[in-house]
């Protein structure tokens, strides 16, 4: 348990950057434990700081009303909620569909079941005029970032290729917020509420790096556990974000593309409008992809028939138990209304 709440330093050439007067120190916020933790442990070592959330569109409204009045339960500063806007992506990808007339190559490969290369040859790929009216019906601002980039990208995010983290979080932040700030001289320090008990790679993570270019990235909570997290809101009088009492293990994106199978059951059962809102995206981003071929948002989604299915299957294989063959009845029973988390919060 964390019995103090000193701040790791960032000590470079003798020089507190944390403290230094020319230092803008930016909270990446989700209204998660952890950078719920930051702010808190911010706020007890009186470092003056902006806290920033980065709204990707696929958010709980829970987790958005949280974060948005969460300065009230603090007295410390509010919380800034961005967005990314591909307006201008999405007017250049209209574009290029349009006119495009150029003959494209594509390496083709064939292999065998152990992954043996059969055959390799060279093919023309383009879009067919087919392919452009069918696009261009339906490529158009949603006012939603998420479904905007997804149907830019004519497929959802996976964890082999996590593009949303890039797009909806990284870029707006660096954009909206580091770059004004480089502009009028300040060095950036960049809070980031990284565990090394979340994962092997995260553990490798040091406590603070430099990426250059005037910012420092920060990890003050890097050696915290999950249960420091809430010591420190309890110390505070701060309530979590409700969903941790909802069945769900992290916040974030509601669901993430790589949601675990008990959590997207959860979600499901408590929350069916999400479950409705991703079966629409799959049909919208599927009308946007290239081929036509189906748009699966969760791309963990091979069940027992071996092919890829839509978020209804998913869902249907996340009330299974283990193997995903037999019906769990207990998850069939629960009305979804009782305390239910993976951090004791209940008791």
């Not at 292999?111 to 339906?138: C, F, H, P």
Request: aromatic residues 8%.
């Amino acid at each position: 348990m964390i019995l103090t709440a000193d701040l790791p330093q960032l000590v470079v050439d003798g020089v507190d950057l944390i403290r230094y007067p020319n230092t803008q120190n930016v909270l990446s916020f989700s209204g998660g434990k952890d950078s719920v933790a930051m702010y808190l442990l911010a706020m007890e070592n009186g470092i003056d700081f902006i806290p920033v959330c980065a709204d990707t569109g696929n958010e709980h409204e829970i987790t958005l009303d949280y974060v948005r009045n969460f300065h009230l339960q603090t007295g410390g500063p509010a919380v800034q909620i961005i967005q990314a806007d591909f307006t201008e992506d999405m007017r250049r990808k209209r574009i290029f569909i349009a006119r495009d007339h150029r003959p494209k190559k594509k390496l083709v490969i064939k292999r065998d079941d152990s992954g043996t290369i059969l055959s390799k040859k060279v093919k023309s790929v383009r879009y067919t005029n087919k392919q452009k009216r069918r696009i261009l019906e339906n490529l158009y601002p949603s006012d939603n970032p998420f479904l905007d980039l997804c149907m830019i990208a004519g497929r959802f995010p996976s964890s082999f290729a996590a593009f949303c983290t890039e797009k909806l979080k990284r870029d707006p932040i660096i954009e909206q917020i580091y770059l004004p700030l480089l502009d009028v001289g300040k060095i950036v320090v960049s809070w980031q509420g990284v565990r090394a008990e979340e994962s092997a790679r995260r553990a490798a993570y040091p406590i603070f790096d430099s990426p250059g270019g005037g910012i420092w990235n920060y990890r003050p909570i890097h050696q915290w556990k999950a249960a420091d997290t809430f010591e420190i809101m309890k110390r505070h009088g701060v309530k979590p974000n409700a969903l941790y009492t909802q069945g769900m293990a992290r916040v974030g994106c509601m669901p993430c593309v790589n949601c675990r199978k008990d959590e997207l059951a959860e979600i499901a059962m408590r929350f069916p409008d999400h479950i409705g809102r991703i079966r629409e995206w799959e049909r919208l981003v599927t009308l946007c992809s290239r081929n036509g071929v189906i748009a699966t948002f969760s791309h963990s989604s091979k069940l027992n028939d071996g092919k890829m299915n839509g978020i209804d299957a998913v869902v249907e294989w996340s009330r299974t138990g283990k193997g995903g063959r037999t019906f769990d009845f207990f998850k069939s029973i629960d009305d979804g209304q009782s305390c239910s988390s993976a951090y004791g919060l209940c008791e």
